[in-house]
């Protein structure tokens, strides 16, 4: 039995990081900026000045005067920055104050306001380069008038940007928009964690030999516990590279179990993976394991769906804070949160057993569950909403929506778990008669259409 390895994770979360970063977007376009200035200094040799006197859209005077206008433009634009830099801290205090400091990291990935960002920095690095590059009069007496007029250009298009960073700092920080940008976090881990179809055990095999492989039960029995690897670090799991881990483990000949997932909380000193048999693994092959987990401070979605979901989960439990009381923001993380598990039901949960190319079990995991994801989506936020009825409907609603993709009993199951639990938290909670009435009629009608679709499918 094979499977296709997984891309690497490491590129991805190198990747995430980068996405979430203001330098990165920045100093692409100030590199892009100095070669402009340069190319631009290269072409204004090629071209005389004359050609250029009768257009009224190019700058004209002497290379000192150009050198001064360049100058003074990258001043104007140093200057100016000082209100983009105010633009972009501004949301940044209020979403961690509002919506959490988890989604920080929605706002600086925002493409808008990187590029806005960049247009500064490259047009600031451009009239620089640009002053730089003309020598004194005396060396050379053509002035570089289309590299000072590519300056001014490029510093009225950063006035512009302006203009568009503040209109999209006003729609940026409405609730609707920063959900769906959270939405499109999870619904973009969703896809890329179970991109292929995960395999499974083979048939006949249970317990120990379920776990390790037929082949391998001598090695497995005489050492049950394996080789343990043990973290150096205290922090967070961000990510697990199990194409890394596969690939030394068929090359070893070697069986790794990874007994955490990404996004647990490990001590220095854990142990998070058995390696079978133990006698053919040393401390450089502990040491290349080791080096495929990446432990952090904070927990990111490059692989942690989880983390993903709970992200719109804070996001609604603030919203129905006393201090807030926003059911309308809680209502529409409840949308994404359903479209991402009906995303999640639909690609299936990932395989836990890997092989490689020859049918040897190689890796086992423990991939994220179903139940974990509507645990994550709903416990707390039902807490939190026990005593506002239209969250607790709209929360049988999202029920209702994941329920018609999945024909699976235990998914079932777990839903109608959830129900069960919702039609608990409105009776505890300080609603009046005719809301819990309501909720105990849509939460039988519910657990009635979870309950009777399984057989009514089987029968057609």
Partial sequence: MRTRTEGRVAARYRWDRLKVSF?????IMALAAVL??????????????EALQSSRFVLAGTANEMRSVLLSFAGTVLATAGVVFTLLTLPLSTVAAQYGSRLLRLFLGDRTAQIVLGMFVATFVYCMAAALSIPPAAVERQAPQLTATVGLYLMLA????????????????QAPNIAAAAGADLLEVVRAEIAQDGTHNADGMSGLESLLGAEDIPQAKAEPEGYSVRVIDTGYIQYIDPAAILALAREKNLVVRLLHQPGHFVRAGAVVTRVWPAGQVDKQIAKLIRRAYQIGNVRTPT????YAVNQLTEMAVRAMSPAINDPFTAITCLDHIGAGLVEFIRRGEKGSHYYDRDGRLRLVLEPVTFAALLSAAFDMLRHASCDNPSVLLHMLE?????GQETQAPEARRQLLCHVSLILTESQAGALIEQDRQL????GAALSIKLETTPSIALEQ
């Avoid at 330098?23 to 100093?27: H, N, P, Q, Y």
């Avoid at 692989?303 to 989880?306: F, G, H, L, P, R």
Wanted: proline residues 2%; aromatic residues 14%.
């Fill in 36 to 49: 402009l200035a340069w190319f631009m200094y290269w072409l204004d040799g090629r071209i005389p000045n």
């Fill in 23 to 27: 330098w990165f977007t920045s100093a």
């Fill in 439 to 442: 909720i105990a009629q849509r």
């Fill in 158 to 173: 950063t006035f512009a940007t302006l203009i568009l960073l503040v209109q999209h700092v006003s729609t940026m920080l």
């Fill in 398 to 402: 999202v029920i209702d929506v994941i």
């Fill in 303 to 306: 692989q942690d769906i989880e």
